[in-house]
């Protein structure tokens, strides 16, 4: 067995093991409700138990880790999968700098979860390793990458505390305007989460199934007016068809036998109509399980996870939502902003081009500078701290996800397949 087939199993292994942590988290926290004697003692046993099965599933990230960097020789982030993989091995790795400060176990309720999320997101995206391109043979790209998602990890670890912060404070039973916002901007939340989780779903099961669809784009040259016919693969059922392109081969779907539309000619790239696609399938199979799952509870999801929430101090997960923040600023500072200059000085030949990965890069590190002047400043604390997380953490999943679908760019290079 080779390095990099045994970091495959070490990756499902600790997968594996999250999901059994977050099942042990689940028991702590609900079977407290069933216990009539001692219910924190209850909390309390679960949680070690939870947090070690945890801790056991980080050291085989990080064998999933070293052991590809060794079968690849280079740093495992030059991709999509390889990316995600390592931003959920350090939301993990922030968990537990924050659990051992605060020994919240509660945060691992919704820690875990969303690395699993990632991981599993990072396995729709071709696994096999890749040579690295000129601009990728270089030491600063580890030192960038990982340091500017252990950055977006702390920010991560902030919008799951700054989360159940307002899980746990927003008031479902005030009919106020002010209350209803909060209440329809927090379901909102939740229904993006849904979309992230619907996405997954249906990526899995078209796979599973087998799908395939072809079709040949015509490209044209605007400088020398030349076409070039590309090959375009499909796994998903093309809702989008490439633009200006004809179908080659698609198996039936639902009786749709052609793409409902193509992709506008202002999507650049010859795989801007597969990603339109497939944030077309994210919003679809997201709001076709967030309605299955409102048809099942008929309730608000925020409003059925609020009473799980209930024995926990809002002021502790305001402070551990700012904690975070201000631990993976100054970290995302030096990898986001700092050494991806000098990496981009050393393979372009340039520190800032305005690429749309660097342009959100910035955005995203001016959004949290903004954040810690009002937190420090002007006293923005609990609901309007909280919100913030929410908003940034939107703001780094876009950078993160967002620009290589949908926008092209220098660093669309990292594998949307």
């Known amino acids: 067995m080779s390095l990099v087939d045994f970091s495959s199993d070490a990756f499902i292994v600790a997968f594996l093991l999250y ?18 004697r001692d219910p924190e003692a209850h909390v309390t046993k679960w949680g070690k138990i939870a947090f070690v ?32 993989t390592f931003l959920s091995m350090a939301i993990m790795i922030a968990f537990l700098v924050l659990y051992f400060l605060y020994k919240k176990s509660m945060l691992g309720l919704f820690a875990l979860p969303l690395a699993i999320l990632i991981m599993a997101y990072a396995a729709v995206f071709p696994q096999e390793v890749q040579p690295l391109i000129p601009s990728l043979q270089s030491y600063w790209l580890g030192i960038h990458v990982t340091l500017a998602a252990l950055g977006d990890a702390f920010f991560a670890v902030g919008f799951v505390a700054g989360l159940m912060y307002l899980l746990r404070t927003v008031n479902f039973n005030e009919k106020d305007k002010q209350s209803r916002r909060e209440q329809r901007w927090l379901e909102l939340c939740m229904f993006a989460i849904v979309v992230l989780l619907g996405f997954i779903v249906s990526v899995y099961s078209f796979r599973a199934a087998g799908y395939h669809a072809e079709f040949n784009q015509t490209n044209i040259d605007p400088a ?71 048809l099942v509870i008929r309730r608000p999801i925020a409003k059925v996870i609020q009473p799980v929430l209930n024995r926990l101090d809002p002021d502790d997960l305001d402070e551990i939502s700012y904690r975070a923040i201000a631990i993976g600023f100054p970290i995302f500072t030096l990898g986001g902003l700092i050494f991806a200059m000098i990496w981009a000085e050393v393979a372009w030949g340039r520190f800032w081009g305005w ?63």
């Not at 999901?19 to 009539?36: D, E």
């Not at 090959?231 to 179908?247: G, R």
Request: with cysteine; net charge positive; aromatic share 16%.
């Open 355 to 417: 690429d749309p990965k660097e342009v959100w890069a910035l955005i995203t590190w001016l959004f949290y500078s903004v954040y810690l002047h009002l937190r420090l400043s002007k006293g923005w604390q609990g609901k309007k701290s909280s919100w913030l997380t929410v908003i940034g953490f939107i703001v780094v999943m876009f950078t993160l996800v967002g620009v290589n679908l949908i926008i092209a760019g220098l660093h669309s290079y990292a594998g949307t397949d």
């Open 19 to 36: 999901c059994l942590s977050f099942t042990f988290y689940g028991m702590a926290v609900l079977g407290k409700r069933f216990r009539k």
């Open 224 to 294: 020398t007016e030349t076409s070039t016919i590309v090959k375009v693969d499909y796994d998903m059922p093309p809702l989008v068809a490439p633009y200006n392109s004809e179908t080659i081969s698609m198996q039936p779907f639902l009786g749709m036998k052609s793409p409902l539309f193509e992709a506008p000619s202002w999507m650049h790239g010859i795989n801007a109509g597969r990603k339109f696609n497939t944030v077309v399938w994210s919003v679809v199979s997201g709001i076709i399980l967030y309605g299955l799952i409102r």
């Open 53 to 84: 099965t945890a801790t056991i599933g980080l050291i085989c990230h990080l064998v999933y880790f070293f052991t590809r960097w060794a079968g690849s020789g280079h740093v495992p982030v030059s991709n999509m999968y390889e990316f995600m």
